[in-house]
């Protein structure tokens, strides 16, 4: 597993990196003092890991995820306050250290990590399979309702942690699955990556507009049972790929 460390102090990096010493499946590939240095390796390294300090000079961890465009990696919280534990796990945090770390605490993280990594591989795994055609039709329960809808009526694919809301007609049902796994089953040329929280439909654009830093903002159509409505911004990245896939 390549780790990354940011954190804004030198001693604590130093000595996270010689505690990770002791896990030779954790090689830290890089380190930074805040986010606009991570971000851009986070980027170009894409590490499986990230052990993030919360609060930095400029943005602070949260914010830093924000802003990544790509898939996040897993990520580990380190810190000395407690009280950002809630919001650490809202961004589907593995876990969340509090400093001064030590040892078997580190190896309690790792753990996790390590389930987390070996449940994901078998996931892959069994959903290697064939692509979902839109006109597919796939079952879907969340607690006791149960529908079975028609692929291509979803109009939007919403990450919510280790879920996936899926929008159709008036209903927005959870299911247990990743993104990323969804995306890779997904008929490229009618979803489309919007964002790392979104995959659109793109038969339910209603209109484009131009949106901050060089993004677009999209509007979705209702479903034939409203609501629909949605708006979903197009990072600046994927704009580029969408324009591609959108031009003559």
């Given at each position: 597993?390549?780790?990354?460390?940011v954190d804004d102090?030198?001693?604590?990096?130093?000595?996270?990196?010689?505690?990770?010493?002791?896990?030779?499946?954790?090689?830290?590939?890089?380190?930074?003092a805040n986010a606009d240095e991570a971000i851009p390796m986070i980027e170009e390294m894409h590490p499986d890991l990230l052990f993030l300090d919360i609060q930095m000079p400029g943005k602070n961890g949260f914010e830093l995820?924000?802003?990544?465009?790509?898939?996040?990696?897993?990520?580990?919280?380190?810190?000395?306050?407690?009280?950002y534990a809630l919001?650490?796990?809202?961004?589907?945090?593995?876990?969340?250290i509090m400093k001064p770390i030590d040892s078997?605490?580190?190896?309690?993280?790792?753990?996790?990590?390590?389930?987390?990594?070996?449940?994901?591989?078998?996931e892959d795994e069994r959903e290697t399979e064939a692509e979902l055609a839109v006109h597919d039709q796939v079952f879907v329960k969340d607690g006791e309702?149960?529908?079975?809808?028609?692929?291509?009526?979803?109009?939007?694919?919403?990450?919510?942690?280790?879920?996936?809301?899926?929008?159709?007609?008036?209903?927005?049902?959870?299911?247990?699955?990743?993104?990323?796994?969804?995306?890779?089953?997904?008929?490229?040329?009618?979803?489309?990556?919007a964002n790392r929280k979104h995959i659109i439909?793109?038969?339910?654009?209603?209109?484009?507009?131009?949106?901050?830093?060089?993004?677009?903002?999209v509007h979705l159509k209702a479903g034939e049972i409203g609501p629909g409505g949605e708006k979903i911004e197009i990072s600046r990245r994927q704009a580029i790929k969408f324009k591609d896939l959108m031009s003559l």
């Open positions: 597993m390549r780790a990354i460390v102090e030198r001693l604590a990096r130093n000595e996270l990196k010689r505690l990770l010493e002791e896990f030779p499946r954790i090689t830290v590939i890089g380190e930074a995820l924000e802003a990544l465009e790509d898939s996040v990696p897993e990520v580990i919280f380190t810190t000395a306050y407690d009280e919001k650490a796990f809202e961004f589907n945090a593995l876990d969340y078997p605490r580190l190896a309690e993280a790792i753990q996790k990590i390590e389930e987390v990594i070996e449940k994901n591989k078998k309702k149960c529908w079975f809808v028609r692929l291509g009526k979803v109009r939007l694919f919403e990450s919510m942690g280790n879920y996936v809301r899926l929008h159709f007609d008036d209903q927005k049902p959870m299911i247990l699955k990743s993104l990323n796994s969804l995306e890779e089953r997904l008929d490229s040329k009618v979803y489309f990556r439909n793109l038969n339910y654009i209603d209109k484009i507009e131009p949106w901050f830093s060089g993004g677009l903002l």
